[in-house]
């Protein structure tokens, strides 16, 4: 991260955090500069900062394939870790101060692909009930569920 070092930011943060998020699922090089350009560039980011994150969240070996994937034996899973942990890096460094946070979207699953139901959240718990999954379940912290199905085969799958 020697080049974040290089490039201190302004003395003064922005009140406010505008916040880009970059899709990762389908061709991902090269990753555009965000539009509007405007107020990422007059927050201190060049195109020639987003060409260095981007060389970094991606490295050679990955730019040209159609969606990210593990290299050299790596899980999809380590791959994505990688990737996150640059983003965060960035932000932390690089991009929170000039008001700014970069966030990743994998594209593995869509909005319409999620549970449908309605929930709660309390502290790190998540409690709730899913149209989808046909059950009551209980999202513990480090994302460990816990549920009960209410349907059974005489039901029918439902569609996917």
């Avoid at 070092?5 to 003064?12: D, F, H, L, N, Q």
């Avoid at 970094?56 to 034996?73: E, I, N, V």
Wanted: a neutral charge.
């Amino acid at each position: 991260m020697e080049y974040i070092s290089k490039r201190p930011a302004p003395t003064m943060a922005p009140g406010n955090v505008i916040e880009h998020t970059v899709a990762l699922s389908s061709s991902i090089a090269p990753i555009p500069f965000p539009s509007p350009e405007a107020p990422w560039q007059t927050r201190d980011v060049s195109h020639e900062d987003w060409r260095v994150f981007s060389e970094q969240l991606l490295p050679k070996s990955t730019q040209s394939l159609d969606k990210p994937t593990a290299t050299d034996g790596e899980s999809e899973a380590a791959f994505q870790r990688c990737i996150n942990c640059v983003v965060e890096e960035w932000n932390a460094k690089f991009f929170k101060p000039r008001g700014l946070r970069v966030k990743i979207d994998f594209g593995e699953k869509k909005a319409e692909d999620g549970p449908h139901g309605l929930g709660f959240k309390w502290g790190n718990t998540f409690v709730g009930i899913s149209k989808n999954s046909g059950g009551v379940g209980l999202m513990l912290p480090g994302g460990v569920l816990v549920g009960v199905a209410t349907k059974n085969k005489a039901q029918g799958e439902e569609k996917k």
